[in-house]
C-alpha cells in the first residue's frame, strides 16, 4: 500500500490528538426555553457526564412521566472514555505506520463512531419520550415528548433545541479533514471531478433550504392571497426542498403550519418578521410572541414577534398585552 504525503501525515497527527480535547468539553447540549424560563434552561452532555440545569430539568419533566435524568441512565458514560481513547491511538498510529490503507480505517472509525452516537442518543430520547409513568399528574392521551435529534422542536410550552457543542463540533472538524485528506490522497482525475461536482452544484443551489426576504407590495400571503404590506408583520416557511411560502399575518402562517399541508418534519426553517425590526425575519422557534388589541396585524391576529425579550416586555408594558411563547402561540390556531 501507498504511504501518505508528508502534508496529509501530519493533518492525520493533528487531527488524532485533536480529539484529545474531548476528554474536557461538552460533546452535546439540549437548551430549553419557555414562558417561565425566557433566558432557557441547558444541559450540556460531556463524555462521561452532565451538567447544567440537570435537575431543573428532570423536575420539570417528571412531571409529564419522563424519567428523573441521572448519569446512572447512560451505561454509555463507562466505556466512551476507552472507545475515544481507541479511536485517538489509531490516528496516532496511522500517522506512524504512514500507510494509505490506515488513513481510510482512521476516517472510517470517526464516521461510524458519529453515526453510532447518534443512533444511541435517538434510541435514549425515543424511550426517555415514550415510555411515560401513567400516574404523572400532568397526562395528555396520545401525547409523546420525544426531544429532537438535532434542530429544534416544540414539546407543549416548552421549546427543545439538540445539537452539537464544542466537542461535538471538533469531531465534525477531524471527519472533514480526513475527507479532505483523503480525497487529496487519492487525486481524482480532473474530468471525473468535474463530472461529480456539477450535479452536487445544481442540486445545492436547485434545493437550497436558506429563508428568502420578503418583498413587500409585491409578494402574496400563501393563505388569503393577500399582498404583504405592513413590514412589522409577515412570516415565512422554508421546506428542506427550498419550497419557500410567506404569509402576512400569524393566523395565516398557523392556520397553514397546522392544516398538516407540510409535514412539520420537511420544514427547515419557521420564521416570523421581527416587530421592532421591520422586514428582518427571525426564527420563529426562538421568538418571543405579544398579543393586544392594540396590535394591528393585518389579518387581525393581534399578534406581534419580538426577537429581543426586553423589547418583548416594554411593548407588553405599553399595550397591556400578554406574552406567547411558541408553543403557546401554534396551540392558539389548532
Known amino acids: 500500500m501507498k504511504s501518505l504525503k508528508p502534508l496529509s501525515r501530519l493533518l492525520v497527527l493533528i ?13 452535546w447540549q439540549i437548551l430549553m426555553w419557555a414562558p417561565q424560563y425566557p433566558e432557557g434552561l441547558e444541559m450540556k452532555i460531556w463524555i462521561n457526564n452532565l451538567s447544567g440545569e440537570v435537575k431543573t430539568i428532570s423536575a420539570l419533566n417528571h412531571y409529564i412521566g419522563m424519567k428523573h435524568i441521572e448519569v446512572e441512565m447512560f451505561p454509555e458514560f463507562e466505556y466512551m472514555i476507552y472507545i475515544l481513547g481507541f479511536i485517538i491511538g489509531f490516528g496516532v498510529l496511522t500517522a506512524i505506520i504512514n500507510k494509505r490503507f490506515m488513513l481510510i480505517g482512521f476516517f472510517s472509525l470517526i ?8 443512533v444511541d442518543f435517538y434510541l435514549w430520547g425515543y424511550d426517555y419520550g415514550h415510555n411515560l409513568d401513567p400516574t404523572a399528574p400532568i397526562k395528555i392521551e396520545g401525547m409523546v415528548y420525544q426531544p429532537p435529534l438535532i434542530g429544534t422542536k416544540v414539546l407543549l410550552n416548552f421549546t427543545a433545541f439538540s445539537g452539537p457543542d464544542i466537542g461535538g463540533w471538533v469531531f465534525m472538524v477531524v471527519g472533514m479533514t480526513l475527507f479532505g485528506v483523503l480525497f ?4 481524482f482525475n480532473r474530468k471525473v471531478a468535474a463530472m461529480l461536482a456539477l450535479p452536487l452544484l445544481f442540486a445545492f443551489f436547485s434545493c437550497s433550504t436558506e429563508p428568502v426576504a420578503i418583498e413587500y407590495g409585491k409578494d402574496g400571503c400563501h393563505s388569503c392571497k393577500m ?21 402576512d399575518d400569524m393566523n395565516c402562517f398557523l392556520n397553514f403550519y397546522n392544516s398538516g399541508a407540510e409535514d412539520p418534519e420537511n420544514i427547515a426553517h419557521r420564521l416570523v418578521v421581527d416587530y421592532t425590526q421591520p422586514g428582518t425575519l427571525i426564527m420563529a422557534d426562538n421568538a418571543h410572541f405579544l398579543k393586544s388589541p392594540e396590535i394591528k396585524s393585518p389579518m387581525a391576529s393581534q399578534i406581534a414577534a419580538f426577537e429581543d425579550y426586553e423589547q418583548m416586555k416594554k411593548f407588553k408594558k405599553e399595550y397591556n398585552g400578554i406574552y406567547l411563547a411558541w408553543g403557546e402561540v401554534v396551540t392558539q390556531f389548532k
Open 15 to 27: 487531527s488524532a490528538l485533536a480529539l484529545i480535547s474531548a476528554y474536557f468539553i461538552p460533546l
Open 111 to 118: 464516521v461510524m463512531a458519529g453515526i453510532a452516537a447518534l
Open 184 to 187: 487529496y490522497e487519492i487525486r
Open 227 to 247: 399582498t404583504l404590506m405592513d413590514n412589522k408583520y409577515g412570516a415565512e416557511l422554508v421546506t428542506k426542498k427550498g419550497k419557500v411560502y410567506k404569509f
